[in-house]
């Protein structure tokens, strides 16, 4: 359909946009008007990953473990249970890196219970 073209084609050229806060506005409006309204979790994800890579690019480890931290939260609702542990053993790495035991204790919790 138009919008998943349009939307594809706004996530092709995120790695051409050099400003992260215009990148940041544009997914929250793509994901809180379209994606939220078609429920499309796959392309929301794409998005995601996109402002993630960037995110990681630009050193912001927090935003980074707040989407792996999403994605875990997004995975256990779907009952992926492997790929939520996945997702939040990343986020405690992360954590771990940035010097952050308490929040590392919470992600490996998490993790623990996504594979029970």
């Not at 790695?15 to 499309?40: F, G, I, K, Q």
């Not at 995110?55 to 997004?74: A, P, S, T």
């Not at 995975?75 to 590392?104: Q, R």
Request: hydrophobic fraction near 45%; charge should be negative.
């Amino acid at each position: 359909d138009m919008i998943g073209e349009v939307v594809k084609v706004v996530i092709n050229s995120m790695s051409l946009v050099s400003s992260l806060s215009l990148v940041e506005r544009l997914t929250d409006d793509l994901m809180s008007n379209t994606l939220r309204a078609r429920a499309d979790r796959m392309i929301w994800f794409s998005i995601s990953v996109k402002v993630a890579r960037l995110q990681l690019e630009l050193g912001n480890e927090q935003k980074l473990v707040d989407f792996c931290h999403n994605c875990g939260k997004m995975f256990l609702a779907e009952n992926h249970w492997e790929a939520a542990c996945d997702a939040f053993l990343e986020a405690s790495k992360i954590y771990h890196g940035i010097g952050d035991p308490t929040h590392v204790k919470r992600m490996l919790k998490e993790a623990i219970l996504a594979n029970i």
